[in-house]
């Protein structure tokens, strides 16, 4: 950590909220450093601050960037009421505190990037700059041309919502067509809402990517660190 640090990035560091959503705490009184209120985020600290937010305080964090390949079965959350099994029941104690940048439903697989930094998950999944996600999605029966331009023109899953793919067809045996697709929105269970209006119900579906992210030859359940010119090759990619 440099010696000194914008209040708003040393928020962002720690894990609590985005930059963005970390003025917003500043902003609102909900800050303190050294026992005062701090309402500018770009007041300098330094390690030796004692930084509270909503009156517990906080610490500038290593950061960890971490790809995993969700199996089917799990939730997306680090707990359920209901007592389902969650990503964070396969995954080890020193990643338990990381956030997923996406989530997955219960019954879909593949990738998901799991951070600490609140800005690389604001910068992935805020809805006016989406990164792309790649999804293999298998379904029951035969897309035709008139389906694929459905999912591309835009479909209404809810009263209001409209979501968008983009969709090629891979292959098509035994009456199950495999699909390529493409989201730049992020709505709850997208891709079976839009291939249920079409009458053709996902059987499987896998996230092969996120953003310049892929899944490559990484195991179900299986997770990996980043490299640090992954990391970099991320963030250069979001600027773009």
């Given at each position: 950590?440099?010696?000194?640090?914008?209040?708003?990035?040393?928020?962002?560091?720690?894990?609590?909220?985005?930059?963005?959503?970390?003025?917003?705490?500043?902003?609102?009184?909900?800050?303190?450093?050294?026992?005062?209120?701090?309402?500018?985020?770009g007041t300098m600290?330094?390690?030796?601050?004692?930084?509270?937010?909503?009156?517990?305080?906080?610490?500038?964090?290593?950061?960890?960037?971490?790809?995993?390949?969700?199996?089917?079965?799990?939730?997306?959350?680090?707990?359920?009421?209901?007592?389902?099994?969650?990503?964070?029941?396969?995954?080890?104690?020193?990643?338990?505190?990381?956030?997923?940048?996406?989530?997955?439903?219960?019954?879909?697989?593949?990738?998901?990037?799991?951070?600490?930094?609140?800005?690389?998950?604001?910068?992935?999944?805020?809805?006016?700059?989406?990164?792309?996600?790649?999804?293999?999605?298998?379904?029951?029966?035969?897309?035709?041309?008139?389906?694929?331009?459905?999912?591309?023109?835009?479909?209404?899953?809810?009263?209001?919502?409209?979501?968008?793919?983009?969709?090629?067809?891979?292959?098509?045996?035994?009456?199950?067509?495999?699909?390529?697709?493409?989201?730049?929105?992020?709505?709850?269970?997208?891709?079976r809402k839009m291939?249920?209006?079409?009458?053709?119900?996902?059987?499987?579906?896998?996230?092969?990517?996120?953003?310049?992210?892929?899944?490559?030859?990484?195991?179900?359940?299986?997770?990996?660190?980043?490299?640090?010119?992954?990391?970099?090759?991320?963030?250069?990619?979001?600027?773009?």
């Open positions: 950590m440099p010696q000194t640090i914008r209040l708003n990035k040393y928020i962002a560091d720690a894990g609590i909220a985005s930059r963005r959503a970390s003025d917003e705490l500043i902003k609102s009184g909900k800050v303190r450093v050294n026992g005062s209120m701090v309402e500018l985020p600290v330094s390690a030796k601050d004692r930084v509270e937010v909503n009156g517990k305080i906080i610490s500038s964090q290593e950061k960890k960037y971490v790809i995993f390949n969700k199996p089917p079965g799990y939730l997306t959350t680090r707990s359920d009421p209901e007592g389902r099994k969650t990503i964070y029941d396969i995954l080890p104690e020193e990643l338990r505190k990381l956030k997923p940048a996406g989530r997955l439903d219960k019954d879909s697989s593949g990738l998901i990037i799991l951070t600490n930094d609140g800005e690389l998950i604001q910068k992935l999944t805020h809805p006016k700059h989406p990164a792309p996600k790649v999804y293999m999605v298998r379904v029951e029966g035969k897309i035709n041309s008139n389906d694929i331009a459905a999912l591309e023109k835009g479909i209404e899953i809810e009263k209001g919502k409209t979501a968008y793919a983009e969709a090629a067809v891979i292959d098509y045996k035994d009456s199950v067509t495999t699909l390529e697709v493409v989201l730049y929105q992020g709505y709850n269970r997208q891709i291939t249920d209006k079409i009458n053709h119900p996902v059987i499987s579906l896998k996230r092969i990517s996120h953003a310049n992210i892929n899944i490559s030859a990484l195991e179900k359940g299986k997770y990996r660190y980043l490299s640090k010119k992954e990391v970099r090759d991320l963030f250069n990619y979001l600027k773009k």
